[in-house]
C-alpha cells in the first residue's frame, strides 16, 4: 500500500492559526498518553510565518518542514521533545513551567531566534544546538538555559568580532554562560559545560577546594587563526568550592600537560550587576578545556633544594631539630609577621595541621622562606616550606619536592631566606620544570651568587666541608656584626634579654635564638652570644659578614 505524499500549510491568518493550536491542545488533553506532532516520512509541513504552539505535545519530524519566518512554541507543565529531522528553524520560543524541559531528540538549529519565555531548560543529551550566523538568544538565565548534559554541545556559526554569548550550563540550576569574541578569523565553536575541573583537565580527581565547580569545554571548526577574548560566567556562592578568593582568581586552559594560568594573570572577579560573577581572558590562541580559579589551575615548576643552616649545624652535614622535638614550630609559616619578608603570589598561605613527624634525618629543623626570581632578578613568587635535618627542602607534607604555582616552566633564580640567616640565591639561572630540578647549595661555593669583589664568601664553611647559611643574623638587616651600628650581639642581649646577661628565655621560637635549641641565652652553657662571636665571626668582635645583596 502507498502512502499519499501530503502538506500542511500554515497561512498567516490568524484565526486558522488558532484553529490549529487549539486541536492540539484538545487532542494532548484526552489522551493518556502525552501527544506527538508527527510529520510522517511523505509528509511536508510549511510554516510560513504562522506560530506552531504545541502545549504538552512533542514534535517530530520525518518527513519536511519549511519554517520559512514562522515560530516553533513549546508551552504547559510538562517536559517535551522535538526531533528537528534537519529542519533549520526561524524562531523556536519556550514557555513552559520551571519542572517542564525540552528534550533533543535529534540535532536543531535556528536562524534567527531562540527565545526563553519561561524557565525550563532545553536538555541536549548527546545532540547539538545550533545558531545560524546571524542568530541570538532572547532571555536565558538562571533556570532557563542550554543543558549540556551530555555530548551535545550549544554552536555558533561564523562568531566573529561581534561576539555571542553561549547560554549553557550542566545541572538544572548552574547556569554557566562563557562569552567568546573571536578577533581573528571567523570560525564556527561549540561549548558545553562539565562537572568539575579535574586535576588534569576534564581527568584525574576532581579540584575540591579554590576553583568554580565549573568546566567549560570549547571546540572550533577549524583551528589556528585564533585571537579569543573569553568571558566565563558563573552564579555565585553555591559553584564556588571552599577557599575560592574572588580577588585572586583567573581563567586558565588545560594545555594538555597542566593548567597553564601564571599568577601574573590572575586578578579580582568582576561583578558587573552584583551578581553572578564574571572572570575573563583575553589573547587567547588555542581552544580546549578551561576553568576559573586559583592556586589548583596554575601552572607550576618544582624544584628540590638542599641548604644548611650554620646556626643548628651538629656536623656530618646535619643539623640539629630541637625547635621540632620541643614542639615550637609554628603551624603557619612565621614570615607573613615580618616587615622584612614580603610574600608574593600564593606565598604566605602555607599552614599545616601539625608539623610533619619524620623519623631519622628528615626530621623537620624549620620553616624556610624561598623565593623565584625572573632573569632579570625580579621576584616573581615566593613561598614558606620545610627543612629537614640533612638539608633538603620539602613541600608542606615533609617529602615532597616544593611546588612554586604560578609560572610557566623556564629559566629562573632561587633564592633562599631564614628568619635569622643571610641568604643566598642561585648563581646562575636554573631549568626549572613540572617535574624536579635539584639544586645544592651545600658542596660548592659556586652554586650560591657572590658579587664582584664581595669581602666575604656568600656561604659560609662548616665542618666535614659543607656549606650553610651564615647565621648570626638576629636582626635580619642583611649583615652580622658583634659591634657597631644595628650590631647582632645588641638584639640578642638588649632587645631580646633586656639587658640581663644572665637572662633566659626558655622554650620560644625566636630570632634571637641563633643556634636553634629553642632557648634564647647570653652566657652559660649553648649560648646564643658564643656562636655568633666564636662561631660566625671566629672570635673577631669588629668582623662583619655582608649578604650577597641578591
Given at each position: 500500500?502507498?502512502?499519499?505524499?501530503?502538506?500542511?500549510?500554515?497561512?498567516?491568518?490568524?484565526?486558522?492559526?488558532?484553529?490549529?493550536?487549539?486541536?492540539?491542545?484538545?487532542?494532548a488533553?484526552?489522551?493518556l498518553?502525552?501527544?506527538?506532532?508527527?510529520?510522517?516520512?511523505?509528509?511536508?509541513?510549511?510554516?510560513?510565518?504562522?506560530?506552531?504552539?504545541?502545549?504538552?505535545?512533542?514534535?517530530?519530524?520525518?518527513?519536511?518542514?519549511?519554517?520559512?519566518i514562522?515560530?516553533?512554541?513549546?508551552?504547559?507543565?510538562?517536559?517535551?521533545?522535538?526531533?528537528?529531522?534537519?529542519?533549520?528553524?526561524?524562531?523556536?520560543?519556550?514557555?513552559?513551567?520551571?519542572?517542564?524541559?525540552?528534550n533533543?531528540?535529534d540535532?536543531?538549529e535556528?536562524?534567527?531566534l531562540?527565545?526563553?519565555?519561561?524557565?525550563?531548560?532545553?536538555?541536549?543529551?548527546?545532540?547539538h544546538?545550533?545558531?545560524?550566523?546571524?542568530?541570538?538568544?532572547?532571555?536565558?538565565?538562571?533556570?532557563?538555559?542550554?543543558?549540556?548534559?551530555?555530548?551535545?554541545?550549544?554552536?555558533?556559526?561564523?562568531?566573529?568580532?561581534?561576539?555571542?554569548?553561549?547560554?549553557?550550563?550542566?545541572?538544572?540550576?548552574?547556569?554557566?554562560?562563557?562569552?567568546?569574541v573571536?578577533?581573528?578569523?571567523?570560525d564556527?565553536?561549540?561549548?558545553?559545560?562539565?562537572?568539575?575541573?579535574?586535576?588534569?583537565?576534564a581527568?584525574?580527581?576532581?579540584?575540591?577546594?579554590?576553583?568554580?565547580?565549573?568546566?567549560?569545554?570549547?571546540?572550533?571548526?577549524?583551528?589556528g587563526?585564533?585571537?579569543?577574548?573569553?568571558?566565563?560566567?558563573?552564579?555565585?556562592?553555591?559553584?564556588?568550592?571552599?577557599?575560592?578568593?574572588?580577588?585572586k582568581?583567573?581563567?586558565?586552559?588545560?594545555?594538555?600537560?597542566?593548567?597553564?594560568?601564571?599568577?601574573?594573570?590572575?586578578g579580582?572577579?568582576?561583578?558587573?550587576?552584583?551578581?553572578?560573577?564574571?572572570?575573563s581572558r583575553?589573547?587567547?590562541?588555542?581552544?580546549?578545556?578551561?576553568?576559573?580559579?586559583?592556586k589548583?589551575?596554575?601552572?607550576?615548576?618544582?624544584?628540590?633544594?638542599?641548604?644548611?643552616?650554620?646556626?643548628?649545624?651538629?656536623?656530618?652535614?646535619?643539623?640539629?631539630?630541637?625547635?621540632?622535638?620541643?614542639?615550637?614550630?609554628?603551624?603557619?609559616?612565621?614570615?607573613?609577621?615580618?616587615?622584612?619578608?614580603?610574600h608574593?603570589?600564593?606565598?604566605?598561605?602555607?599552614?599545616?595541621?601539625?608539623?610533619?613527624?619524620?623519623?631519622?634525618?628528615?626530621?623537620?629543623?624549620?620553616?624556610?622562606?624561598?623565593?623565584?626570581?625572573?632573569?632579570?632578578?625580579?621576584?616573581?613568587?615566593?613561598?614558606?616550606?620545610?627543612?629537614?635535618?640533612?638539608?633538603?627542602?620539602?613541600?608542606?607534607?615533609?617529602?615532597?619536592?616544593?611546588?612554586?604555582?604560578?609560572?610557566?616552566?623556564?629559566n629562573?633564580?632561587?633564592?633562599?631566606?631564614?628568619?635569622?640567616?643571610?641568604?643566598?640565591r642561585?648563581?646562575?639561572?636554573?631549568?626549572?620544570?613540572?617535574?624536579?630540578?635539584?639544586?645544592?647549595f651545600?658542596?660548592?661555593?659556586?652554586?650560591?651568587?657572590?658579587?664582584?669583589?664581595?669581602p666575604?664568601?656568600?656561604l659560609?664553611?662548616?665542618?666535614?666541608?659543607?656549606?650553610?647559611l651564615?647565621?648570626?643574623?638576629a636582626?635580619?638587616?642583611?649583615n652580622?656584626?658583634?659591634?657597631?651600628?644595628?650590631?647582632?650581639?645588641?638584639?640578642?642581649?638588649?632587645?631580646?634579654?633586656?639587658g640581663?646577661?644572665?637572662?633566659?628565655?626558655?622554650?620560644?621560637?625566636?630570632?634571637?635564638?641563633?643556634?636553634?635549641?629553642?632557648?634564647?641565652?647570653?652566657?652559660g652553657?649553648?649560648?646564643?652570644?658564643?656562636?655568633?662571636?666564636?662561631?660566625?665571626?671566629?672570635?673577631?668582635?669588629?668582623?662583619?659578614?655582608?649578604?650577597?645583596?641578591?
Open positions: 500500500m502507498k502512502h499519499r505524499t501530503s502538506t500542511l500549510n500554515l497561512p498567516k491568518h490568524p484565526m486558522k492559526t488558532s484553529l490549529f493550536t487549539l486541536a492540539l491542545v484538545l487532542v488533553s484526552q489522551m498518553a502525552q501527544a506527538t506532532l508527527l510529520i510522517g516520512s511523505n509528509a511536508t509541513l510549511n510554516l510560513g510565518d504562522a506560530t506552531l504552539q504545541l502545549t504538552e505535545a512533542n514534535f517530530v519530524n520525518e518527513g519536511a518542514v519549511q519554517a520559512n514562522g515560530t516553533l512554541v513549546f508551552s504547559g507543565e510538562e517536559s517535551v521533545s522535538l526531533a528537528s529531522g534537519g529542519t533549520v528553524w526561524y524562531h523556536i520560543l519556550t514557555e513552559m513551567g520551571l519542572d517542564a524541559d525540552l533533543l531528540l540535532d536543531a535556528v536562524s534567527n531562540f527565545t526563553f519565555n519561561g524557565d525550563n531548560n532545553v536538555l541536549l543529551g548527546d545532540h544546538f545550533t545558531f545560524g550566523e546571524n542568530a541570538s538568544c532572547a532571555g536565558p538565565g538562571e533556570y532557563r538555559f542550554f543543558s549540556t548534559n551530555g555530548t551535545g554541545r550549544v554552536r555558533k556559526r561564523n562568531l566573529g568580532a561581534t561576539g555571542f554569548t553561549f547560554p549553557i550550563g550542566n545541572d538544572w540550576d548552574d547556569y554557566s554562560p562563557i562569552t567568546i573571536e578577533n581573528g578569523i571567523p564556527l565553536f561549540a561549548v558545553r559545560c562539565l562537572d568539575h575541573p579535574g586535576e588534569a583537565g581527568n584525574g580527581n576532581p579540584i575540591t577546594e579554590k576553583v568554580v565547580d565549573v568546566l567549560w569545554d570549547i571546540a572550533d571548526g577549524s583551528s587563526g585564533n585571537d579569543l577574548t573569553l568571558m566565563a560566567t558563573w552564579i555565585w556562592p553555591h559553584q564556588e568550592l571552599p577557599g575560592f578568593d574572588h580577588e582568581c583567573g581563567l586558565a586552559r588545560w594545555n594538555g600537560s597542566a593548567w597553564d594560568m601564571t599568577f601574573a594573570q590572575m579580582p572577579a568582576s561583578f558587573p550587576n552584583g551578581y553572578p560573577n564574571d572572570k583575553t589573547g587567547v590562541t588555542s581552544t580546549g578545556l578551561f576553568a576559573v580559579g586559583g589548583p589551575v596554575n601552572d607550576y615548576v618544582k624544584i628540590i633544594p638542599k641548604v644548611l643552616l650554620q646556626g643548628a649545624y651538629a656536623g656530618g652535614g646535619l643539623m640539629n631539630n630541637s625547635l621540632k622535638n620541643l614542639n615550637l614550630l609554628p603551624l603557619d609559616e612565621p614570615y607573613s609577621n615580618s616587615t622584612v619578608f614580603v608574593k603570589g600564593f606565598g604566605g598561605e602555607e599552614e599545616v595541621p601539625a608539623i610533619p613527624n619524620n623519623p631519622g634525618n628528615d626530621g623537620i629543623v624549620d620553616w624556610l622562606f624561598l623565593e623565584l626570581r625572573s632573569p632579570t632578578n625580579s621576584v616573581l613568587l615566593t613561598r614558606s616550606a620545610f627543612l629537614q635535618k640533612d638539608g633538603d627542602v620539602v613541600d608542606l607534607d615533609g617529602s615532597s619536592p616544593v611546588t612554586f604555582h604560578g609560572v610557566n616552566p623556564g629562573y633564580y632561587f633564592a633562599v631566606r631564614h628568619r635569622n640567616h643571610l641568604g643566598v642561585s648563581a646562575g639561572l636554573l631549568p626549572l620544570i613540572r617535574t624536579e630540578t635539584t639544586h645544592d651545600t658542596q660548592n661555593l659556586n652554586q650560591a651568587y657572590k658579587p664582584s669583589g664581595h666575604n664568601e656568600a659560609a664553611s662548616l665542618a666535614g666541608s659543607y656549606y650553610g651564615w647565621g648570626g643574623n636582626n635580619f638587616n642583611g652580622v656584626r658583634y659591634s657597631g651600628p644595628s650590631n647582632d650581639q645588641n638584639q640578642l642581649l638588649n632587645t631580646c634579654l633586656s640581663n646577661k644572665g637572662g633566659v628565655q626558655a622554650n620560644v621560637y625566636s630570632s634571637c635564638d641563633l643556634n636553634l635549641n629553642g632557648t634564647v641565652r647570653f652566657s652553657p649553648s649560648n646564643d652570644q658564643n656562636l655568633l662571636l666564636n662561631t660566625v665571626l671566629s672570635g673577631d668582635k669588629g668582623k662583619v659578614i655582608l649578604g650577597t645583596g641578591y
